[in-house]
């Protein structure tokens, strides 16, 4: 499942990058023109002022062309994450992309895959070396620049932004977008990178408000009946128990139930872990996903199950 998605993740990434310069998908700033699928998107508004429509005509076009895709495309967006959670994250979206490999480098570095970690999560057989630090600096400092001239090309005709560029041409203003953009998003990538796809990504942040809100929506559910099988949890990544807790990019715990879980991103990466390890002891997996009646089922458990410890500890 993962060779899977990473090729989604690399489709979707590579056709972020070049949305801007096949016209599939910009706004330019200077002709204050939307570009869709290499063809000008136009509201109407300019054939309006120059007297060849209505104004009937333009508010129609206004609705038609303006609000109702818009409208439609958010529609179809929410009802995926309705259903499938925080889907968009985990498979498509280039930041995240990012986030990964940053993680998988900093391992390398120190163990962690956060700098704020208090505990290491190191792989087996990939100590920490100091060598990575470098690496990891120059990717974050990289991927910085990248995402800001990336962001500067949609929003101006990507061939003049990089041919100011490569001449060294760039004006005032386009160099200092460069170099705040690349600052602030290598900043990001350094020191808050899971932060924000937690709580500063308002399009992962609806995602998982609206899956919150769905009792039948896609979760991992966690078999408690067969809980001590987890004592003998190893991988060959993580030998020393807890493989889907250290194998989950978010931090999370995918054995907590789903109010735990809220910005889960639905990766699969503590499934593949669960199988592989159940595996080794001829055993069924004891993680994995269940949605629609199946899905509100494992929340109902979930919660009596909580509130069952809840009782047994004031007990106590």
Same mark, same amino acid.
């Not at 994450?81 to 925080?86: E, K, L």
């Given at each position: 499942?993962?060779?899977?998605?990473?090729?989604?993740?690399?489709?979707?990434?590579?056709?972020?990058?070049?949305?801007?310069?096949?016209?599939?998908?910009?706004?330019?700033?200077?002709?204050?023109?939307?570009?869709?699928?290499?063809?000008?998107?136009?509201?109407?508004?300019?054939?309006?002022?120059?007297?060849?429509?209505?104004?009937?005509?333009?508010?129609?076009?206004?609705?038609?062309? &303006? +609000? !109702?895709? $818009?409208?439609? *495309?958010?529609?179809?967006? %929410?009802?995926? @994450?309705?259903?499938? /959670?925080? #889907?968009?994250?985990?498979?498509?979206?280039?930041?995240?992309?990012?986030?990964?490999?940053?993680?998988?480098?900093?391992?390398?570095?120190?163990?962690?895959?956060?700098?704020?970690?208090?505990?290491?999560?190191?792989?087996?057989?990939?100590?920490?070396?100091?060598?990575?630090?470098?690496?990891?600096?120059?990717?974050?400092?990289?991927? &910085? +620049? !990248?995402? $800001?001239?990336? *962001?500067?090309?949609?929003? %101006?005709?990507? @061939?003049?932004?990089? /041919?100011? #560029?490569?001449?060294?041409?760039?004006?005032?203003?386009?160099?200092?977008?460069?170099?705040?953009?690349?600052?602030?998003?290598?900043?990001?990538?350094?020191?808050?990178?899971?932060?924000?796809?937690?709580?500063?990504?308002?399009?992962?942040?609806?995602?998982?408000?609206?899956?919150?809100?769905?009792?039948?929506?896609?979760?991992?559910?966690?078999?408690?009946?067969?809980?001590?099988?987890?004592?003998?949890?190893?991988?060959? @990544?993580?030998?020393? /128990?807890?493989?889907?807790?250290?194998?989950?990019?978010?931090?999370?715990?995918?054995?907590?139930?789903?109010?735990?879980?809220?910005?889960?991103?639905?990766?699969?990466?503590?499934?593949?872990?669960?199988?592989?390890?159940?595996?080794?002891?001829?055993?069924?997996?004891?993680?994995?996903?269940?949605?629609?009646?199946?899905?509100?089922?494992?929340?109902?458990?979930?919660?009596?199950?909580?509130?069952?410890?809840?009782?047994?500890?004031?007990?106590?």
């Amino acid at each position: 499942m993962q060779r899977r998605r990473l090729l989604f993740q690399l489709g979707f990434f590579a056709l972020f990058l070049l949305a801007p310069a096949l016209d599939l998908l910009r706004f330019d700033l200077g002709e204050t023109q939307l570009w869709v699928l290499g063809q000008r998107w136009s509201l109407g508004i300019d054939a309006f002022r120059a007297g060849r429509i209505s104004a009937d005509q333009a508010a129609l076009g206004i609705l038609l062309r &303006g +609000f !109702l895709p $818009a409208l439609v *495309l958010i529609v179809l967006f %929410l009802a995926v @994450a309705w259903r499938h /959670g925080r #889907l968009y994250c985990g498979w498509l979206c280039p930041h995240f992309t990012l986030v990964e490999t940053l993680d998988a480098v900093l391992q390398r570095a120190c163990g962690k895959l956060s700098l704020w970690d208090r505990h290491r999560t190191e792989r087996a057989g990939q100590p920490a070396r100091a060598r990575w630090w470098p690496v990891f600096g120059l990717l974050c400092a990289g991927f &910085g +620049f !990248l995402w $800001a001239i990336t *962001l500067l090309s949609y929003l %101006l005709p990507p @061939a003049q932004i990089w /041919g100011h #560029l490569i001449h060294g041409r760039l004006t005032p203003n386009q160099a200092r977008f460069l170099v705040i953009g690349s600052a602030v998003f290598a900043a990001e990538f350094a020191f808050a990178r899971h932060l924000f796809c937690r709580f500063g990504c308002a399009v992962g942040l609806f995602q998982s408000l609206v899956w919150m809100a769905n009792p039948k929506g896609m979760v991992v559910a966690f078999d408690r009946e067969r809980a001590r099988d987890c004592r003998g949890c190893g991988t060959a @990544a993580h030998q020393q /128990g807890s493989a889907c807790d250290k194998g989950c990019p978010m931090r999370l715990h995918p054995r907590h139930i789903k109010r735990e879980m809220f910005s889960c991103v639905q990766c699969g990466r503590c499934l593949d872990s669960c199988d592989e390890s159940t595996h080794h002891r001829s055993i069924q997996p004891l993680l994995e996903w269940k949605v629609g009646a199946d899905a509100v089922r494992e929340t109902l458990r979930q919660r009596k199950a909580e509130l069952a410890r809840g009782h047994q500890e004031e007990v106590h």
